[in-house]
């Protein structure tokens, strides 16, 4: 490994890469689960963000739940598989988050007040939530650069990669709620 990749720093930036996009996956794989459950519910909070014609949001809402949960499943499978999978599976996990985070910044500065529906939270688009979008993008990003050289997967020890990812998905999800919470007592998030 030190001598492919240039030593301990690439198999930390493999690493942590690997984690960010798997916990992705499964932040994903999360939501797509949520967003079935509550499909009527999800197809309200289209409806209330207006930033769709009405008769796109039905098919969108359909999507959505498909991509989650394809892409979130197939990025676990990839990212937790001995030998990893291909770097495409984390390029299309990027795709699908750049796309999230563009409609999440035009949702939080155009209609800061409606539901964002992220992870079922009924709470406005936030910055806070809209930087985790962006951060699993690059996670998702870099994990795709960097599995595209051979056997840099393998080199992250599973039980590291999976607590990793575990852990990237909590995180995800309970710090930009947390933060919302915080900010409730403070000047709010700027724009």
Known sequence: MKAAFGGTHVLMVTAVALAIAT????????????????????????????????????????????????????VVVAGLAPNGGPGIVFAVEGGLYVAMLAYAVVLYRRRPAVPCGCFGDDGPASLPSVMRTGILAAGAGVAA???????????????????????????????????????????????
């Open 145 to 191: 650069a960097v599995t595209s050289s051979p056997g840099a997967h393998a080199a992250v020890p599973l039980p590291l990669l999976a607590s990793g990812a575990v852990a990237i998905a909590a995180l995800a999800y309970v710090v930009p709620g947390a933060l919302r919470t915080v900010d409730t007592e403070g000047a709010g998030w700027t724009h």
């Open 23 to 74: 916990g992705g996956g499964l932040v994903l794989v999360a939501a797509g689960v949520g967003h079935a459950r509550r499909f009527d519910p999800l197809r309200a909070i289209l409806a209330s963000q207006a930033l769709l014609p009405h008769r796109w949001q039905r098919p969108v809402a359909h999507l959505l739940v498909a991509a989650e949960l394809v892409v979130g499943l197939a």
